[in-house]
């Protein structure tokens, strides 16, 4: 399947709002092809002018992701289309949670795969 880059900045405000294990269907924790743990981060997705939703995505990283407080941007964050049993929508990874300090704020504090 292919991944589609996406372009966060146009998402609007995020707060990370929980973490929990993905998991098989028999309740086992996911892995990638790595074998690295990977992990789903729900996001409440704010936009001017609309409802707020909750926007799930995958991380993969070898323990929980500590999440910032307040407002986050997603680096390498990417789309993927899935058709299964008659159902389809839009599932979501990305490489890092960076939390984003108000100008003249300061540093970041990032979540997920580790920098190389």
Not at 46 to 62: D, I, K, N, Y
Not at 79 to 97: P, Q, T
Request: proline share 8%; net charge neutral; glycine share 12%.
């Amino acid at each position: 399947m292919n991944r589609v880059p996406v372009d966060e900045s146009r998402l609007g405000g995020l707060t990370a709002i929980g973490v929990s294990p993905k998991t098989d269907p028999s309740g086992a924790q996911k892995k990638n092809f790595e074998g690295i743990l990977q992990w789903v981060v729900e996001f409440l997705h704010r936009q001017e002018g609309q409802r707020s939703e909750v926007l799930q995505v995958t991380f993969t990283a070898p323990q929980e992701p500590t999440l910032p407080n307040g407002p986050v941007r997603l680096d390498g964050l990417y789309a993927r289309h899935w058709d299964m049993n008659g159902k389809s929508g839009l599932s979501f990874d990305a490489e890092r949670i960076v939390a984003s300090s108000p100008p003249g704020g300061a540093g970041t504090k990032t979540a997920g795969k580790e920098s190389d």
